[in-house]
């Protein structure tokens, strides 16, 4: 059994040690320093129902005065205050989220959450610390004092004590008991500039949550609602936009389902797929790319409207854009078109964005970008007249020229598409399981939905022939034999589902991530994905982290 950490985990240095130093005289003082519990009041409500250094202030700091920088409470509205406090006593716990101020006898620190911050004020002749083992008052004399000059930024304690307000007018806790809870061994970030390298971030979350909730934002970051977003604030948006997105759907009749992510065929999109082998079976499965066949085989099976938000993996480069593990939230409807999913998209994202971000426009770099105006809408052949050189211009988008279109396309229209728009017409050559368009056979009646130059959606009318998806799988695999590793399997299964009927149908897929992206003001996956995929520190090259642009995930 190791006696002592890693020096690659935890560096021998001044700081390490005066940290270990000050565990052990804690460990001597008040028992095990790692307790299994602390129990905490439930004076502010919440939906946690326990009071956290959140709650208390939200609840509470009301009661302090409203000053002025710089500006001190008069003495009536101290008395004031604290009659309106009463005598509210609290259990609360939390980070030290600044280094302990000693001031003679007395000393002030702040607690964190990760959101806000609540000051504690702990006397020399008053604090009691309280043994983690018998949970009783420690026995030796002045213990509370002793516990806290042993604590170091970033440790966890929980106190016991009333509200009261400060001569300076801050919400406080007048402590008469503290227990400690963890220690932090090693040194917190630094609270004016946090964590500086985005690797470090992003392969150590926990480190840039920490730093961002320590963090002391600068004037201009508390006035840019969008720049100015903590970490912690990045995934608490992300989390509000999955919940509207949910909500929104349950509203309008879709039941969620959840459907196989290791599958025998890597079916639903062209990808390279993550192998891998069941043992028991004896079977090689792939991690899923896309759910789109096992969804509608439910429309098949009766589901008139079902959805799933899960996770994909495609076996493909990493970019700022692309991850090899990704969100998708898909959804499929009896009885509709592409023309009906392009408005229910629209109508979606506009009300989903608002409820998250709290906002109908979102800022994205240096541009703002109107979810809340009417989403634009053009054929790809019209994108790349308007977008492309002057002899794209008379493309007439019949089969033989569908490369061409598309490859035009990506290099000189979708970069320009800031704002919301609509991209519909995509050669039916490679769209092998949408309907062609009654009134152009070499076209799909498909659209994606473009944003900051970003595909953020991808919907058709869905194809309904087993013979013609039969077809079309044929033709995948003729193009897979001819050396296209990301061209689709044929799935006889999928195929025979449709033979016992599936009505018309509409359904569509949306990036998660990309769409976090842009209502967080972030300009790489990474930052809005917790625990992204990287390369090992041994072999990292910064060089190939996020240049390898694969094809769109949708």
Same mark, same amino acid.
């Given at each position: 059994?190791?006696?002592?950490?890693?020096?690659?985990?935890?560096?021998?240095?001044?700081?390490?040690?005066?940290?270990?130093?000050?565990?052990? @005289?804690?460990?001597?003082? /008040?028992?095990?320093?790692?307790?299994?519990?602390?129990?905490?009041?439930?004076?502010? =409500?919440?939906?946690?129902? !326990?009071? +956290?250094?959140?709650?208390?202030?939200?609840?509470?700091?009301? *009661? %302090?005065?409203?000053?002025?920088?710089?500006?001190?409470?008069?003495?009536?509205?101290?008395?004031?205050?604290?009659?309106?406090?009463?005598?509210?006593?609290?259990?609360?716990?939390?980070?030290?989220?600044?280094?302990?101020?000693?001031?003679?006898?007395?000393?002030?620190?702040?607690?964190?959450?990760?959101?806000?911050?609540?000051?504690?004020?702990?006397?020399?002749?008053?604090?009691?610390?309280?043994?983690?083992?018998?949970?009783?008052?420690?026995?030796? &004399?002045?213990?509370?004092?002793?516990?806290?000059?042993?604590?170091?930024?970033?440790?966890?304690?929980?106190?016991?004590?009333?509200?009261?307000?400060?001569?300076?007018?801050?919400?406080?806790?007048?402590?008469?008991?503290?227990?400690?809870?963890?220690?932090?061994?090693? =040194?917190?970030?630094?609270?004016?500039?946090?964590?500086?390298? $985005?690797?470090? @971030?992003?392969?150590?979350?926990?480190?840039?949550?920490?730093?961002?909730?320590?963090?002391?934002?600068?004037?201009?970051?508390?006035?840019? =609602?969008?720049?100015?977003? #903590?970490?912690? !604030?990045?995934?608490?948006?992300?989390?509000?936009?999955? &919940?509207?997105?949910?909500?929104?759907?349950?509203?309008?009749?879709?039941?969620?389902?959840?459907?196989?992510?290791?599958?025998?065929?890597?079916?639903?999109?062209?990808?390279?797929?993550?192998? +891998?082998?069941?043992?028991?079976?004896?079977?090689?499965?792939?991690?899923?790319?896309?759910?789109?066949?096992?969804?509608?085989?439910?429309? /098949?099976?009766?589901?008139?409207?079902?959805?799933?938000?899960?996770?994909?993996?495609?076996?493909?480069?990493? #970019?700022?854009?692309?991850? $090899?593990?990704?969100?998708?939230?898909?959804?499929?409807?009896?009885?509709?078109? /592409?023309?009906?999913?392009?408005?229910?998209?629209?109508?979606?994202?506009?009300?989903?964005?608002?409820?998250?971000?709290?906002?109908?426009?979102? +800022?994205?770099?240096?541009?703002?970008?109107?979810?809340?105006?009417?989403?634009?809408?053009? +054929?790809?052949?019209? %994108?790349?007249?308007?977008?492309?050189?002057?002899?794209?211009?008379?493309?007439?988008?019949?089969?033989?020229?569908?490369?061409?279109?598309?490859?035009?396309?990506?290099?000189?229209? !979708?970069?320009?598409?800031?704002?919301?728009?609509?991209?519909?017409?995509? =050669?039916?050559?490679?769209?092998?399981?949408?309907?062609?368009?009654?009134?152009?056979?070499?076209?799909?009646?498909?659209?994606?939905?473009?944003?900051?130059?970003?595909?953020?959606?991808?919907?058709?009318?869905?194809?309904?022939?087993?013979?013609?998806?039969?077809?079309?799988?044929?033709?995948?695999?003729?193009?897979?034999?001819?050396?296209?590793?990301?061209?689709?399997?044929?799935?006889?299964?999928?195929?025979?589902?449709?033979?016992?009927?599936? $009505?018309?149908?509409?359904?569509?897929?949306?990036?998660?991530?990309?769409?976090?992206?842009?209502? &967080?003001?972030?300009?790489?996956?990474?930052?809005?994905?917790?625990?992204?995929?990287?390369?090992?520190? *041994?072999?990292?090259?910064?060089?190939?982290?996020?240049?390898?642009?694969?094809?769109?995930?949708?």
């Amino acid at each position: 059994m190791s006696t002592s950490l890693p020096e690659e985990i935890v560096p021998d240095n001044d700081q390490t040690r005066a940290r270990r130093e000050h565990l052990e @005289r804690i460990r001597a003082l /008040v028992g095990n320093p790692y307790p299994n519990r602390f129990v905490r009041t439930a004076l502010a =409500p919440g939906a946690g129902g !326990e009071d +956290t250094p959140t709650s208390l202030v939200r609840e509470f700091g009301r *009661h %302090a005065p409203e000053l002025k920088e710089g500006e001190r409470p008069t003495p009536e509205q101290l008395e004031g205050a604290n009659a309106g406090l009463g005598e509210a006593r609290v259990r609360v716990s939390g980070r030290l989220a600044t280094p302990p101020r000693v001031m003679g006898k007395a000393a002030f620190v702040h607690l964190s959450d990760g959101r806000e911050r609540l000051q504690i004020y702990v006397r020399r002749q008053e604090a009691v610390a309280i043994s983690n083992d018998s949970l009783q008052p420690a026995e030796e &004399t002045e213990s509370g004092w002793k516990l806290f000059q042993l604590l170091d930024h970033g440790d966890f304690v929980g106190v016991e004590g009333r509200l009261f307000v400060t001569k300076t007018g801050e919400l406080s806790v007048h402590v008469e008991t503290i227990q400690f809870l963890s220690k932090a061994l090693l =040194p917190m970030p630094d609270k004016l500039h946090g964590i500086s390298d $985005p690797e470090i @971030r992003q392969r150590q979350r926990y480190a840039d949550l920490i730093a961002s909730s320590l963090k002391v934002k600068t004037d201009t970051e508390a006035e840019d =609602p969008a720049g100015g977003l #903590s970490t912690r !604030e990045v995934f608490e948006r992300r989390s509000k936009l999955i &919940t509207a997105m949910r909500r929104h759907l349950d509203e309008h009749g879709y039941v969620e389902v959840e459907t196989p992510m290791l599958s025998p065929i890597a079916s639903g999109a062209a990808a390279r797929p993550f192998t +891998t082998h069941h043992n028991a079976l004896d079977i090689d499965l792939y991690l899923r790319i896309a759910p789109e066949l096992y969804l509608k085989r439910l429309l /098949v099976g009766g589901f008139e409207r079902v959805y799933e938000l899960n996770r994909n993996f495609r076996n493909e480069g990493i #970019s700022t854009r692309h991850n $090899p593990e990704f969100t998708m939230l898909e959804f499929y409807t009896a009885y509709k078109d /592409v023309n009906w999913m392009m408005d229910f998209c629209e109508e979606m994202i506009r009300q989903t964005v608002l409820t998250a971000a709290g906002v109908a426009d979102a +800022t994205f770099g240096e541009t703002e970008i109107g979810f809340g105006r009417e989403f634009r809408r053009l +054929t790809m052949r019209e %994108a790349v007249a308007e977008y492309g050189p002057e002899d794209a211009k008379g493309m007439a988008g019949t089969e033989p020229d569908a490369g061409r279109i598309l490859e035009l396309f990506e290099q000189f229209a !979708e970069p320009n598409l800031i704002q919301p728009t609509f991209i519909t017409d995509f =050669p039916k050559v490679v769209s092998p399981l949408s309907k062609a368009s009654p009134d152009d056979p070499a076209v799909a009646e498909r659209f994606e939905l473009y944003v900051a130059g970003m595909e953020v959606a991808n919907g058709f009318s869905e194809l309904n022939d087993p013979l013609e998806q039969l077809e079309r799988f044929e033709e995948q695999g003729r193009q897979r034999e001819g050396g296209d590793e990301e061209a689709m399997q044929t799935d006889l299964d999928y195929v025979r589902a449709l033979s016992y009927g599936m $009505p018309p149908a509409a359904g569509i897929g949306i990036g998660i991530d990309r769409l976090t992206m842009l209502i &967080t003001n972030r300009r790489s996956i990474r930052d809005v994905i917790l625990f992204p995929h990287m390369r090992p520190r *041994h072999t990292a090259d910064a060089s190939d982290d996020e240049s390898a642009e694969p094809p769109a995930q949708s």
